[in-house]
Nanobody, 115 residues
Framework: QVQLVESGGDLVQPGGSLRLSCAAS????????MSWYRQVAGLERELVAR???????RYADFVEGRFRISRDKTLSRTFLQMDSLKPEDTAVYYC?????????WGQGTQVTVSS
């Protein structure tokens, strides 16, 4: 029923910034958490950031204070502000929304950090 679409991925130089967004095709009820994952070529998908229904946030160690997750629960949107990007941040970034009724995933947006 629900479709998630990520946007904002781009080619940026090291030290640059990007703002990723995730839009749902319709409002999602009962959201437990909204998350951003990434998958580096040849590696397993890993959690980047998560914001729980109550507002608690969690970041992967490699974020090192460089990223910030936010949300608009009314519109069922989530954002990931990424600053001080490094080449090792290059990956496909995925949005995920967790509800008691099931989890929803987007198709990903490519982030490439290169000089």
């Amino acid at each position: 029923q629900v479709q998630l679409v990520e946007s904002g991925g781009d080619l940026v130089q090291p030290g640059g910034s990007l703002r990723l967004s995730c839009a749902a095709s319709r409002s999602i009820s009962g959201i437990r958490s909204m998350s951003w994952y990434r998958q580096v070529a040849g590696l397993e998908r890993e959690l980047v950031a998560r914001i729980a229904g109550g507002g608690d946030v969690r970041y992967a160690d490699f974020v090192e204070g460089r990223f910030r997750i936010s949300r608009d629960k009314t519109l069922s949107r989530t954002f990931l502000q990424m600053d001080s990007l490094k080449p090792e941040d290059t990956a496909v970034y995925y949005c995920s929304v967790s509800t008691p009724w099931g989890d929803y995933w987007g198709q990903g947006t490519q982030v490439t950090v290169s000089s």
